[in-house]
């Protein structure tokens, strides 16, 4: 059973930064791609930051290209959201998920979730 276990929120002012982790346990192969999502209270899970395992890949949300980086470590099966020059309106909770084979990776239809790690920006 995959297993993937987010770490690294926490509360920030604004310009400040974070790193994310994911730690992805209980895989028998390498998923086709892994993302970022985040949900802020009152409204819908968005998109953030995707990273394709097969070729390195990158790419990301409007509001956030320029200031997040999406990386990955596959000795340690753990992916990772660095967030530079954090803003107010990122605050949400930031969940990980991926997708195991050939598909969008930008779309809630992931086929594992973490239960999230909770960002707060304040101004």
């Known amino acids: 059973q995959v297993q993937l276990v987010e770490s690294g929120g926490g509360s920030v002012q604004a310009g400040g930064s974070l790193r994310l982790s994911c730690a992805a346990s209980?895989?028998?192969?390498?998923?086709?791609?892994m993302a970022w999502f985040r949900q802020a209270p009152g409204k819908e899970r968005q998109w953030v930051a995707t990273i394709y395992t097969g070729g390195r890949t990158t790419s990301y949300a409007d509001s956030v290209k320029g200031r997040f980086t999406i990386s990955q470590d596959n000795a340690k099966n753990a992916l990772y959201l660095q967030m530079n020059s954090l803003k107010p309106e990122d605050t949400a909770t930031y969940y990980c998920?991926?997708?195991?084979?050939?598909?969008?990776?930008?779309?809630?239809?992931?086929?594992?979730w973490g239960k999230g790690t909770l960002v707060t920006i304040s101004s």
């Open positions: 209980g895989y028998t192969y390498s998923p086709y791609c």
């Open positions: 998920a991926s997708r195991a084979t050939f598909g969008p990776c930008y779309t809630r239809a992931m086929d594992y």
